[in-house]
């Protein structure tokens, strides 16, 4: 890198900080960490003892495919260890046992712990009893900060650039905690526009439009992708979310709410990304895979990238 001192003195000021909330960071410090993830991609070599001697426990509550397996390979790729606790149902806390305790136990045996939790606020509860540094890998409908890391990296890199931009977020905006994550990542940046689409019960809490709207992100509301679709540069489709509702058939008149065909693609801009935060339920056709704009693979990799330059800085070895 041109300036890896510079680089350096920078990461030096996440070493030991937890990550519970994407509010947590600035424009500064998100250069910082994607100069880290650029490095680490370019020059894997000079990481592979980043994590050396470090443990991370991995405790998820929830499923999870991308985000715990992702952490996992990051710290490896490091040179780090895990305690993978991916499954509580052999836990102990199906003998009763609270998320302190758990937590306190995880953290004398690690250097990192990665929670994910169904509960909104347990990454704080967490913190409060964790002896090491805790990554809110999700707490429910709350936030998923790394997926908005992750998803701010992935548009700086397919389009160059986050500023100037126009974000049409679409699906379940209720519950989506990545959305909520990533609508909060672009007020760092300048002249960010933002369409929701949604039906109306799955819309953007109005609290959250109001805290955003108070730091000057633009924001609208759509119940057509239609009619937003051509001045889009990132679309950003999201599921709906089963676990989420109380009446499965309230759910099943749902789910198919929007769907991203070719068709649809013939009228956005050639130059613009599909995202998906995955899995995918129907919400986006397999025939738009081929299609150089779909994006949503390519981010789930850099997923990995980005959790090592978080882990590596908390770690306080960037």
Same mark, same amino acid.
């Given at each position: 890198m041109n300036n890896t001192k510079q680089l350096q003195a920078s990461i030096s000021k996440f070493s030991a *900080?937890? &990550?519970l909330s994407i509010? @947590?960071?600035d424009r500064d410090s998100l250069d910082t960490l994607y100069a880290l993830a650029d490095d680490i991609i370019i020059n894997p070599g000079r990481y *592979?003892? #980043? #994590?050396?001697d470090k443990i991370m426990a991995a405790v998820f509550y929830e499923p999870s495919t991308r985000t715990s397996s992702s952490f996992i390979a990051a710290i490896?790729? &490091?040179g780090g260890g895990v305690i993978p606790i991916t499954g509580v149902e052999f836990s102990s806390v199906t003998k009763g046992e609270t998320l302190e305790d758990t937590v306190t136990m995880l953290s004398g045996y690690s250097d990192l712990l990665v929670l994910r939790h169904p509960?909104?606020? *347990? #990454? @704080?509860r967490a913190k409060k009893a964790s002896r090491v540094p805790i990554i809110n890998a999700g707490d429910g409908v709350g936030e998923h900060p790394t997926q908005a890391l992750l998803d701010g990296y992935t548009i700086s890199k397919k389009l160059g650039k986050v500023d100037n931009i126009t974000v049409t977020m679409v699906g379940d905006l209720k519950h989506g905690r990545?959305?909520?994550? &990533? #609508? %909060? &990542?672009l007020t760092n940046y300048d002249n960010v526009s933002v369409n929701y689409v949604s039906p109306e019960i799955l819309k953007m809490p109005k609290t959250l439009i109001e805290e955003l709207d108070k730091k000057g992100l633009k924001q609208s509301e759509h119940s057509d992708i239609d009619a937003v679709i051509g001045d889009t540069d990132v679309l950003y489709? *999201? %599921?709906? @979310?089963?676990e989420r509702f109380t009446d499965l058939n309230e759910y099943e008149s749902l789910k198919n709410s929007y769907v991203v065909t070719p068709d649809l693609m013939q009228s956005a801009k050639d130059k613009m990304i599909v995202m998906h935060p995955l899995p995918r339920l129907g919400e986006i056709s397999t025939d738009v895979d081929d299609d150089p704009r779909a994006v949503y693979f390519d981010q789930a990799k850099y997923g990995m990238y980005v959790r090592m330059a978080l882990i590596a800085s908390i770690l306080g070895k960037g």
């Open positions: *900080t937890s &990550l509010d @947590q960071l *592979t003892s #980043a #994590a050396k490896q790729r &490091l509960e909104p606020g *347990t #990454a @704080q990545t959305v909520h994550s &990533l #609508a %909060r &990542l489709i *999201t %599921r709906v @979310q089963k």
